[in-house]
């Protein structure tokens, strides 16, 4: 199973951003799926979670501006990114959780996908 990210750049404060993230592999079923951010000096923090493309949670920082969504039949997470502000800045990084495939049941982790947002 592997995950793939895609939606990186830069934009300027208020801006908007959307980014994706592919689940790979012979994947029967997925239990959520979910984004992190690291932003520099500081630990990787949980963003938004999404579980069977109904319930969401978002933390504090984001809500409002912040949107999770999910496509099943393609295995892919997306996060619409609006009013952006420099402190969003990070590192972003897909998880999928409990992910049932032909080797068995685990989470995995996508490659981090860089946001910056600055003027």
């Known amino acids: 199973v592997q995950l793939q990210a895609c939606g990186a750049g830069l934009v300027q404060p208020g801006g908007s951003l959307r980014l994706s993230c592919a689940a790979s592999?012979?994947?029967?079923?997925?239990?959520?799926m979910g984004w992190y951010r690291q932003a520099p000096g500081k630990q990787r923090e949980l963003v938004a979670t999404?579980?069977?493309?109904?319930?969401?949670y978002y933390t504090d920082s984001v809500k409002g501006r912040f949107t999770i969504s999910r496509d099943n039949a393609k295995n892919t997470v997306y996060l619409q990114m609006n009013s952006l502000k420099p402190e969003d800045t990070a590192v972003y990084y897909c998880?999928?959780?409990?992910?049932?495939?032909?080797?068995?049941?685990?989470?995995?982790w996508g490659r981090g996908t860089l946001v910056t947002v600055s003027s």
């Open positions: 999404i579980i069977s493309g109904v319930s969401t």
């Open positions: 592999g012979n994947i029967f079923s997925i239990n959520h």
């Open positions: 998880k999928a959780f409990s992910v049932w495939s032909e080797t068995g049941t685990g989470d995995y």
